[in-house]
Protein backbone atom coordinates (compact mmCIF):
# COMPACT_ATOMS: atom_id res chain seq x y z
CA UNK A 1 0.00 0.00 0.00
CA UNK A 2 1.42 3.36 -0.90
CA UNK A 3 1.25 6.28 1.31
CA UNK A 4 2.39 9.86 1.28
CA UNK A 5 3.31 11.68 3.84
CA UNK A 6 3.27 16.14 3.53
CA UNK A 7 5.26 18.32 5.35
CA UNK A 8 6.30 21.80 4.74
CA UNK A 9 2.87 24.14 4.96
CA UNK A 10 2.80 27.30 6.78
CA UNK A 11 1.79 30.52 7.57
CA UNK A 12 4.05 33.22 4.97
CA UNK A 13 3.76 37.13 4.23
CA UNK A 14 3.06 38.08 0.54
CA UNK A 15 6.76 37.73 -1.10
CA UNK A 16 7.87 35.28 1.12
CA UNK A 17 8.97 31.41 0.32
CA UNK A 18 7.68 27.98 1.46
CA UNK A 19 9.26 24.56 0.79
CA UNK A 20 6.66 21.49 0.66
CA UNK A 21 8.22 17.79 0.95
CA UNK A 22 5.87 14.69 0.40
CA UNK A 23 7.32 11.08 1.04
CA UNK A 24 6.37 8.28 -0.43
CA UNK A 25 5.98 4.31 0.83
CA UNK A 26 5.34 1.84 -0.67
CA UNK A 27 6.08 0.17 -4.61
CA UNK A 28 6.44 3.20 -7.01
CA UNK A 29 6.69 2.17 -10.35
CA UNK A 30 9.11 3.80 -12.68
CA UNK A 31 6.26 5.40 -14.69
CA UNK A 32 4.81 7.52 -12.05
CA UNK A 33 4.00 11.16 -11.56
CA UNK A 34 4.28 13.00 -8.71
CA UNK A 35 2.92 16.06 -8.36
CA UNK A 36 1.10 18.69 -6.52
CA UNK A 37 -2.76 20.00 -6.46
CA UNK A 38 -4.56 23.01 -4.31
CA UNK A 39 -8.16 23.59 -3.34
CA UNK A 40 -8.55 27.39 -1.73
CA UNK A 41 -12.28 27.33 -0.19
CA UNK A 42 -15.07 27.43 -3.02
CA UNK A 43 -12.51 26.47 -5.11
CA UNK A 44 -12.04 22.95 -7.09
CA UNK A 45 -8.92 20.92 -6.83
CA UNK A 46 -6.40 22.40 -9.47
CA UNK A 47 -3.00 20.94 -10.95
CA UNK A 48 -0.04 23.04 -9.27
CA UNK A 49 3.09 21.53 -10.75
CA UNK A 50 3.67 17.81 -11.71
CA UNK A 51 6.51 15.85 -12.82
CA UNK A 52 7.40 12.29 -14.08
CA UNK A 53 10.03 10.33 -12.66
CA UNK A 54 12.63 11.50 -15.62
CA UNK A 55 12.30 14.81 -14.78
CA UNK A 56 9.84 16.55 -17.19
CA UNK A 57 8.22 19.36 -15.47
CA UNK A 58 4.66 20.89 -16.02
CA UNK A 59 3.22 23.92 -14.34
CA UNK A 60 0.06 26.03 -13.71
CA UNK A 61 0.57 29.25 -15.70
CA UNK A 62 -0.32 30.98 -12.66
CA UNK A 63 3.47 29.33 -10.66
CA UNK A 64 5.55 29.38 -13.70
CA UNK A 65 8.39 31.57 -12.84
CA UNK A 66 7.62 31.45 -9.06
CA UNK A 67 6.97 27.75 -8.39
CA UNK A 68 10.06 24.66 -9.12
CA UNK A 69 9.08 21.01 -8.77
CA UNK A 70 11.82 18.62 -7.72
CA UNK A 71 11.65 14.81 -7.30
CA UNK A 72 14.43 12.93 -5.44
CA UNK A 73 13.57 9.42 -7.20
CA UNK A 74 15.87 7.53 -4.87
CA UNK A 75 13.66 8.93 -1.71
CA UNK A 76 10.83 9.08 -3.62
CA UNK A 77 10.05 12.46 -1.95
CA UNK A 78 8.76 15.24 -4.23
CA UNK A 79 9.19 18.87 -3.33
CA UNK A 80 7.79 22.25 -3.93
CA UNK A 81 9.86 25.32 -3.50
CA UNK A 82 7.24 28.50 -4.00
CA UNK A 83 9.01 31.80 -4.13
CA UNK A 84 7.66 35.28 -4.31
CA UNK A 85 3.83 33.84 -2.31
CA UNK A 86 0.81 35.77 -3.35
CA UNK A 87 -2.40 35.84 -1.16
CA UNK A 88 -3.66 34.37 -3.55
CA UNK A 89 -1.68 30.99 -3.25
CA UNK A 90 -3.79 30.58 -0.01
CA UNK A 91 -5.00 26.83 -0.28
CA UNK A 92 -4.46 23.03 1.00
CA UNK A 93 -1.81 21.90 -1.14
CA UNK A 94 -2.23 18.21 -1.48
CA UNK A 95 0.61 16.08 -3.02
CA UNK A 96 -0.40 13.85 -5.90
CA UNK A 97 1.10 10.37 -7.11
CA UNK A 98 0.05 8.39 -10.08
CA UNK A 99 1.39 5.47 -9.81
CA UNK A 100 -0.55 3.64 -12.96
CA UNK A 101 -3.11 2.15 -12.77
CA UNK A 102 -3.17 3.67 -9.26
CA UNK A 103 -3.67 6.93 -7.93
CA UNK A 104 -2.75 8.35 -4.01
CA UNK A 105 -3.17 11.59 -2.26
CA UNK A 106 -1.71 12.68 0.51
CA UNK A 107 -3.80 14.37 3.41
CA UNK A 108 -2.92 17.98 2.59
CA UNK A 109 -0.91 20.77 4.19
CA UNK A 110 -2.18 24.21 4.49
CA UNK A 111 -0.96 27.28 3.27
CA UNK A 112 -1.97 30.93 4.09
CA UNK A 113 -0.59 33.78 2.31
CA UNK A 114 -1.03 37.34 4.69
CA UNK A 115 -1.10 40.16 2.81
Known amino acids: QVQLVESGGGLVQAGGSLRLSCAAS????????MGWYRQAPGQQRELVAA???????NYADSVKGRFAISRDNAKNTVYLQMNSLKPEDTAVYYC?????????WGQGTQVTVSS
Open 96 to 104: NLNNVPNRY
Open 26 to 33: GSINSFSI
Open 51 to 57: ITSRGIT
